[in-house]
């Protein structure tokens, strides 16, 4: 159960990490792959079109960062006192965003947003999973 907490809160430190960075990041090489995705998705060839599609994905940034925050207050309480309610709200979390980040990613061509959402959804129900016994039959389990 450990090591599931601290994977959990790694992942959580991870979206915190990433979120503050997005923005600085995003005009760099290293989002080169990403932004063409996204500009040939969207039809954003001209300057002023990729300046404001990557104005946006920064946006996201803050977005990232605050729900790794809350994610990782999440395990913490989570694993602290393990209850039922505890466990269907991480993964809640979790099963909430991503088929609605991934759906209109995948319709508009964005593929890799998919990849990366299925990546980050499966690094989170793992943990989970192996810990539910924890948590769906935790002695001082009084929430449903």
């Known amino acids: 159960?450990?090591?599931a907490k601290r994977f959990l809160?790694?992942?959580a430190f991870a979206h915190i990490a990433g979120g503050l960075l997005l923005p600085c990041l995003v005009d760099t090489p290293f989002f080169a792959h990403y932004n063409n995705a996204v500009a040939t998705?969207?039809?954003?060839q001209d300057a002023a079109s990729r300046a404001q599609a990557n104005y946006l994905s920064a946006l996201m940034g803050p977005t990232v960062a605050s729900w790794g925050?809350?994610?990782?207050?999440?395990?913490?309480?989570?694993f602290a006192k393990p209850t039922r309610m505890a466990?269907?709200?991480?993964?809640?979390?979790?099963?909430?965003w991503?088929?609605?980040d991934s759906w209109p990613a995948w319709q508009h061509g964005v593929h890799l947003n998919t990849l990366i959402n299925v990546l980050s959804l499966l690094a989170l129900l793992v943990p989970l999973w192996l810990v539910r016994h924890n948590f769906l039959h935790a002695p001082h389990n009084t929430s449903s």
């Open 87 to 96: 466990w269907w709200g991480m993964l809640g979390a979790g099963l909430l």
């Open 9 to 11: 809160l790694l992942y």
């Open 69 to 78: 925050l809350l994610f990782a207050l999440a395990v913490q309480q989570s």
């Open 98 to 100: 991503a088929p609605y």
């Open 1 to 3: 159960m450990k090591l």
């Open 41 to 44: 998705a969207f039809n954003t």
